[in-house]
Every structure is written in C-alpha cells, then in structure tokens.
C-alpha cells in the first residue's frame, strides 16, 4: 500500500466516525435532556430526574394526537398494504405493457414535496366537500405509505419463485393453502418491513397533515411542532426519547427478521 | 417476439391501487397545476409573471437553491466516505453503522430539529467544539443562521446520501480497483478513473434526493432560522397556514412542483448517460 492510499484509507474512516457521531447528535441530545434536571436544556445537565416523563401526562392534548396519529398510521398502512400488496403482485405476475410506469406511478408520490402534495389534497378535499379531518387524514396517508409497501413488495415478489406454489399444489395443497403455508410465509418479511417503514412514514409526517389538523384533531408530529414553537421544555424531549426508543426497537425487530442490510440495499 | 398482448386478469389485482391514486394523488396535483395557469378567461401567465416580477421572491428562490446546494455538498462530502466505509465494513461495525444512519432516518423531523435547536445555541456542542478546537474564540450563536440551518438539514438527510452510494458500491466488483492496481494505475488515477465511475449512478440518486429534499424543507427552516429568512417551501406554508393568500401558496407550490421534476428528469438523463457509455 502506497502512502496516498494509505492516508486515504485512514481519512475515509476518520470521515465516517465522525459521521456516525454528527448522525446520533441530535438523538442523544434529546435523551440526555429529557432525564436532564433542568428545564433550560443545560448541557450536561446539573442533575438528573424523571419529572419531564411524569408530567407527559398532563401535557394537554399529548395522548389524543398520539392516539390519532397511530389511529391514521394503522389505518393507511392497512389499506396500503391491501391495495398496494394487490397491485404489486399484479405488475410482479402480469405480463402487460405499461408495467414499469405503473409501478414508477405508485412510487411517485415520494419524489414529490410533501407541502406540494397537502395543498393539492387540501384544495382537492375541499372541492369535494369533504370537511372530516380524520377521514382527510387517512385518505391523504394512503397516498404516502403506498410507495413504500409498493415499492418493498414488488422486488419481493419479482425475486419470489413462484414455482414453489406450482410444486405445492402438485404436492396436494389447495391454491388457498398454497398461499398460505408458501407464499406468506416466505414475504413475511418483506411484508413487515415495508409495514413498519410505511406506518414509520406516516407517524413522522407533517407536511401534509398540517394542513388538515384543527384545534381538536392533530397528529403527533403536528401537536409537538405547537409545542416546541410555544413552550419548549425538556418534555417535548421526554416524548422524542420514547419515539427514539420505539423506533430502535422495531428496527432491531427488523434485523432479527430480515437483517438490516438487505433494508438498506433495497 | 410476435407476441400479441393479450389481457391477462392479473391485472385486476392493479386496478384498486391505480384508481386511488389517480384520483386521489394524480388528479388533485394535476388541478393544483392547471389552477396556477387559469384565471377567468382561460389560460395565463399572470400568476408568475407577478411572482417573478416581486424582487423579494428572487431573494426566496435564490435562499431556497443556495441553502440546498450546501446542504446537498454537505451531504456528499461526508455521504460518500461513510458510503465506502459501510462496504467495506463487516460483522457487528457494519450492523451498528447501518443503525446509525436508520434510526435517525426513522425518527421524525420535528424530534431532530427540535435536538438541533439545543445543539446550535450560544452553550451548545458545536459552538464548544469551534471554541475548543480554536477556530472560534468565543462562543457564538449558531441558530438563526444559514451556517446552522446547513449543518441540521445536512444531519437530517445524510442517509438519503448514504444509502444510495452504500448500494451502488455494494455491487460494484472490488476486482475492479485491484486490477487497476496491478496494471499499474497510480492511486489518484485508480480514483477518478475507477472509483468514483463506479459509484457515479449513486452519487447521481443520492444527490438528486437530498437536493430535492432540501429545496422543500420545511419544519427544519422554520425551527432553525425563524421568519425572517424565507424559502419557496416556508412562504408556501405560510401563505396557506397565516397569511391565507392561496394564489400565491399555489404558484410557490407548483414552482417547488417543477423544481422537483426537473430535479428527478436531470438525474434520469445523466443517470442514462452513465448506462450508454459504458
């Protein structure tokens, strides 16, 4: 090894510590101020205590918009994966002109802006008539998990071989049990990830559902941005270090299913 | 191949997923379009001709490209190493290095920018880092300016550089860089010429994403610099959220509409480019 490449070398991985720590800053930040003492974000803090979780519960409106958030996050990554399951399967089976645009389609909606997207909702819903934030809210989040689920399912399923559920029901199955004992069972995986990411997806949004919130009905991320804009304290660090935590606890449920490095490859 | 195409019902399955999102995404974006080019007599300009004409909205744009050029700069100058790093890597360094880079990317934006907000202050990490390590000789504010706003938008979307670079370099043949090596090709040359081709289309992807991105943020501007500073995507939201002036909200929007698609169709055609000459 030369010495340029060997001073490379070395600068690359000096370069990706550094980026794995400039990575985790703001998570830390948020854990260690939420068991922080004082309530003026001191870092490090003087002192350390557990009031800023006790008082979650009497932050008004904390659990109602957390309550609607998974409310919205389970319903639209439901129907996504019901229809989006569909139609991956469709365009992973079919053979149909037209299939790479349909699929190019039902990704789309994440190349676009999200204020983009909850203005054309907004103006459309209006138009319609539709007043209902809870249903606007569900119907504008389909249209955001669905890329996910499309996009995850549709390489599982090019890459499944669907032979296996020929040689199953020459072996005896029926064509329900053939997708019952063969094919779930081998995308489970594929099926959960893309799952989590969509329902992941829809809890942090708040590019569109900003423009659906009122007074009674927000979402998570929507009712903490109030927050944090009107009386920043050390709780709004409280519910961030809960989130943190779920979230490292479903993708370590991802890596025991399907490891991690196939998620960031796909 | 004669192949007439004959329908086939698997199709049916697609036909649920295509009628919501056409007319629940497709139509909805394409009459938010339509509206910004009509008034009552039909077609017209006017709606951006009068945008464009307010000197104030050249400072919005230019705010808008200027900040998302250094974040995405930002992104690839510390992406593209941590990139090489993750492929190389093997084992448990590998596993922590890919929590790294996604439970960030899964933890909402409010929760970073908010964390973000605490680290950029008079007291915060990065003013104590610059002071210690002599590059500033005080403690200075860093929220509330163009400098902070990059270094958090450029933390919120560094895995949208990674990920794509880590799974272009994933299939690039390693042979490759020891061939040239023992044919005699020089480090620097190795680099430029074998090196950075092969990452090419996923430099092209990660750097279309996190500019797009950029030019659209929205919660991280608003927390990180305030209101006097302006880009498309904050007029945007204020122009539906406070200031209840929806024509000017719909042409920002659809400038910002545009922008992303011509973003997505650049790297399309230079992505293309790579495939041909190779």
Same mark, same amino acid.
């Given at each position: ?20 720590? &400039? ?39 904390? #659990?109602?918009?957390?309550?609607? #958030? ?14 989006? =399951? ?68 549709? !390489? ?6 669907? #032979? ?7 072996? =005896? ?21 893309? =799952? ?5 997806? !829809? ?6 559902? *900003? &423009? ?26 409280? *519910? #961030? ?26 | ?29 394409? %009459? ?20 464009? +004409? ?61 964390? %973000? ?10 003013? @104590? ?49 020891? @061939? ?35 030019? +659209? ?15 498309? @995507? ?25 922008? @992303? ?18």
């Amino acid at each position: 090894m030369t010495l340029t490449e060997r001073s490379a070398n070395i600068a690359v991985w000096v370069i990706a510590a550094a980026t794995v720590v &400039f990575l985790l800053t703001p998570l830390v930040v948020a854990v260690v101020v939420s068991f922080g003492s004082s309530n003026l974000f001191t870092l490090p803090p003087p002192g350390w205590s557990m009031r800023w979780y006790q008082r979650l519960m009497n932050v008004r409106g904390l #659990s109602s918009s957390l309550l609607v #958030s998974v409310q919205i996050a389970a319903v639209a990554t439901f129907v996504s994966m019901l229809i989006g =399951g569909m139609a991956a399967t469709a365009l992973a089976r079919g053979r149909f002109a037209g299939r790479e645009a349909i699929a190019a389609f039902l990704t789309s909606p994440l190349m676009l802006p999200g204020l983009v997207l909850g203005i054309a909702f907004l103006q459309a819903f209006r138009f319609a008539g539709l007043r209902d934030v809870w249903l606007s809210l569900a119907l504008a989040h389909v249209v955001i998990t669905i890329p996910y689920i499309a996009r995850t399912l549709y !390489s599982a399923l090019t890459l499944f071989d669907f #032979s296996l559920i020929d040689a199953a029901r020459t072996l =005896g199955c029926s064509a329900p049990q053939a997708v019952t004992r063969v094919l779930i069972p081998n995308l489970a995986p594929a099926f959960l990830t893309s =799952g989590i990411f969509a329902f992941l997806a !829809s809890m942090d949004n708040y590019a569109v559902s *900003i &423009f659906f919130t009122n007074a009674w009905t927000k979402t998570l991320p929507i009712q903490m941005l109030n927050l944090v804009e009107e009386q920043p304290d050390p709780t709004i660090a409280a *519910i #961030s270090s809960l989130l943190i935590g779920l979230v490292l606890l479903l993708l370590l449920l991802c890596e025991r299913m399907v490891g991690l490095r196939k998620i960031a490859e796909m | 191949m004669t192949t007439k195409l004959r329908f086939d019902p698997v199709l049916l399955l697609a036909v649920p997923a295509a009628i919501y999102m056409v007319i629940v995404f497709a139509i909805p974006v394409l %009459w938010l379009v339509a509206r910004g080019f009509m008034d009552a007599d039909g077609f017209t300009l006017s709606n951006y001709i009068k945008f464009l +004409s307010e000197p104030f909205n050249w400072v919005v744009i230019g705010n808008t490209l200027r900040v998302a050029f250094w974040t995405t700069v930002v992104c690839l100058a510390l992406g593209y190493p941590t990139a090489v790093a993750l492929a190389r890597s093997k084992g448990a360094v590998q596993v922590a290095m890919l929590i790294a880079i996604i439970l960030p990317l899964s933890v909402g934006v409010v929760v970073k920018t908010f964390a %973000w907000q605490i680290v950029l202050r008079r007291d915060g990490i990065v003013a @104590a880092l610059l002071v210690a390590t002599g590059v500033w000789d005080e403690p200075k504010l860093l929220l509330f300016t163009e400098h902070g706003l990059v270094m958090g938008a450029a933390n919120v979307f560094l895995p949208f550089m990674i990920l794509p670079i880590y799974s272009v370099l994933k299939l690039a043949d390693p042979n490759l860089q020891d @061939a040239a090596a023992t044919l005699g090709a020089p480090p620097v040359f190795r680099f430029f010429n074998v090196a950075l081709p092969l990452a090419m289309p996923g430099i092209i992807g990660g750097v279309s994403i996190v500019f797009s991105l950029a030019t +659209s943020m929205y919660v991280i501007p608003s927390l990180l610099i305030g209101d006097r500073f302006q880009t498309l @995507a904050t007029l945007t939201g204020r122009a539906f959220l406070l200031m209840r002036n929806e024509a000017l909200g719909a042409t920002t929007a659809t400038i910002l509409l545009f922008l @992303a698609v011509a973003i997505v169709a650049c790297s399309a055609l230079l992505s293309r480019g790579k495939g041909d000459s190779r």
